[in-house]
């Protein structure tokens, strides 16, 4: 008989507990509300550290009730993923206490991201937001650096950390999407994304990127590069390479699908189907956006929801 997600979450604080990796440390199982759902984290606490990473356990238990992993093969691999966090050589707890006090030192790495607004209203209680179409914006700091293995790590800004700062929600908007920009933007034809991940170049067509009638704008690490809607110095960049507005197809909160209004083939409110269909079967669900569908106006330079009068299928 399996565990539920409680009970495996429980044996596997029990067993983390027993590794070198917890010497010293308070082991915790927490419920933490991410993007579309509440997961469940488990954190090892340093004696006397204020900032633990913490790594979730839904996968490793999804992995478990599949039959794909043992719940001891689940301990090991969380004990190894902890270790990715560990903080660099010249780096101490307090050094990243430090940082994320002071907002002379954060403010180069604040970053937006968006997510659907139905669904994670109990993430957005304590998080600094704005609200955008029918998204919310959210901001977090970028601690990746500090850690000895490069790879995602952030600090959400909440409510009483803007406090602390002393700045307000417009303030953190306009660094968010400076530093955005700063970090760049690829635009890149949807051919070329497949080839770059081995899709067989013969059974693509040979075009070149700037003539590709798809194309995926995303960051240039691949995360939370559905950002990019709140940006229209961005999007006008990419409709000035299709010579015209485009439609907007989130296909995850790391990635936008664009297509030149002239190449839409569907009407609007198929595509609307099309989206739901995608997230609810081909999506993680902790990865979608929304089921929604956007418009890029090249005129007015505004993203809206996509309505019937912003295609001409006839």
Request: charged residues 25%.
């Amino acid at each position: 008989m399996s565990m539920s997600l409680d009970d495996f979450a429980q044996y596997v604080k029990k067993e983390i507990e027993q590794l070198p990796i917890a010497e010293g440390c308070e082991v915790t199982i927490h419920k933490v509300p991410k993007n579309n759902a509440i997961w469940t984290g488990i954190t090892i606490h340093p004696e006397g550290g204020s900032i633990s990473p913490t790594v979730y356990l839904d996968d490793y238990y999804s992995g478990y009730q599949t039959g794909k992993i043992s719940a001891r093969d689940a301990v090991m691999e969380i004990e190894k993923k902890y270790k990715e966090y560990q903080l660099g050589p010249e780096v101490s707890v307090k050094d990243i206490t430090d940082v994320i006090a002071d907002f002379e030192k954060v403010k180069f790495r604040i970053y937006p991201r968006v997510i659907a607004t139905e669904g994670n209203e109990a993430f957005l209680q304590n998080a600094v937001s704005r609200q955008f179409l029918d998204m919310s914006v959210t901001y977090h700091i970028d601690i990746a650096d500090l850690f000895e293995e490069k790879g995602s790590a952030s600090v959400t800004i909440s409510k009483s950390l803007m406090q602390h700062y002393g700045v307000d929600e417009d303030q953190l908007f306009r660094l968010a999407i400076i530093n955005q920009r700063e970090k760049g933007m690829d635009d890149l034809g949807m051919v070329e994304v497949l080839k770059s991940i081995g899709y067989p170049a013969v059974m693509l067509p040979d075009i070149p990127p700037e003539e590709d009638p798809m194309h995926i704008v995303t960051t240039p690490d691949r995360l939370y590069g559905a950002s990019f809607l709140l940006d229209p110095e961005s999007l006008d960049k990419v409709a000035e390479g299709f010579g015209e507005g485009f439609m907007i197809i989130p296909s995850s909160i790391h990635e936008l699908i664009v297509i030149p209004e002239s190449k839409v083939q569907m009407p609007i409110d198929e595509l609307f189907v099309m989206v739901k269909e995608v997230n609810a079967n081909e999506v993680k669900p902790d990865e979608v956006l929304t089921d929604s569908v956007y418009h890029y106006d090249i005129q007015t330079k505004e993203v809206t929801v996509a309505e019937d009068k912003d295609l001409d299928l006839d």
